[in-house]
């Protein structure tokens, strides 16, 4: 997974004495539960580290770094950090790509969010969702939430384990241009990890917002 500017990651609340910017939708990611961790040496999206066991495999970069590690740096990190963390992290296939497209249209479709984009990876997924009365904490825990208990359920896994990691990394949209750029780069997810083209019927086709028009509440 490659989040796309972390510093603007966060609560999407302005910096104090900054105009306020109209929000006309976000870039939302839910990681797999232990495929980034709050020290993984890429950098992340966290300022501190909440389980102990993780503080000695190095210190947190907020945002992502500069210079990146080599694959067998990242790879070193993860097998040194996976025995320390409470669960095994799980790679979804294509059976549970497909149990967790059915939990999110269960959720966009009772919600009534709406959805611009969507890709479902092997530990991660991507929504670029409209401005809704939710904030966006919100739609994070209501699409990992329903999304877990599918994956709990149907694959005989334990109803204990997160599947999800439990912080939202989000991106705060502003402009019609910034959400086709988003739209661009979500879309084109699967096919850096080799998947099929993925087409769900939850997406709607981008209308083009404009900023001076008041955005309807669904």
Not at 8 to 13: E, F, M, P, Q, T
Not at 43 to 52: A, E, F, P
Not at 178 to 200: A, F, G
Request: hydrophobic share 35%; with cysteine.
């Amino acid at each position: 997974m490659t989040p796309h500017n972390p510093q603007r990651a966060g609560s999407g609340l302005p910096h104090r004495g900054s105009p306020k910017r109209v929000i006309i939708a976000q870039h939302v990611i839910l990681t797999g539960y232990g495929h980034w961790l709050p020290n993984d040496p890429r950098g992340s999206g966290s300022i501190d580290i909440h389980k102990r066991e993780l503080e000695k495999l190095g210190e947190v970069h907020h945002g992502r770094k500069r210079v990146q590690p080599s694959r067998d740096d990242l790879q070193d990190f993860y097998q040194r950090a996976v025995p320390r963390l409470k669960y095994e992290p799980l790679w979804f296939d294509s059976a549970m790509r497909q149990a967790l497209s059915e939990a999110f249209a269960q959720v966009i479709q009772q919600r009534r969010y709406v959805v611009y984009a969507c890709a479902i990876l092997s530990n991660h997924a991507h929504f670029v969702i409209r401005s809704h009365r939710d904030r966006t904490n919100d739609m994070f825990g209501a699409l990992t939430h329903e999304s877990a208990l599918a994956i709990n359920s149907l694959f005989q896994i334990p109803s204990t384990h997160p599947v999800w990691s439990e912080r939202p990394y989000f991106v705060l949209l502003h402009t019609p241009d910034e959400v086709r750029q988003r739209m661009k780069y979500v879309d084109s997810n699967p096919m850096k990890e080799r998947l099929p083209r993925q087409i769900y019927p939850f997406v709607t086709r981008y209308d083009g917002w404009p900023l001076h028009r008041k955005l309807p509440l669904k």
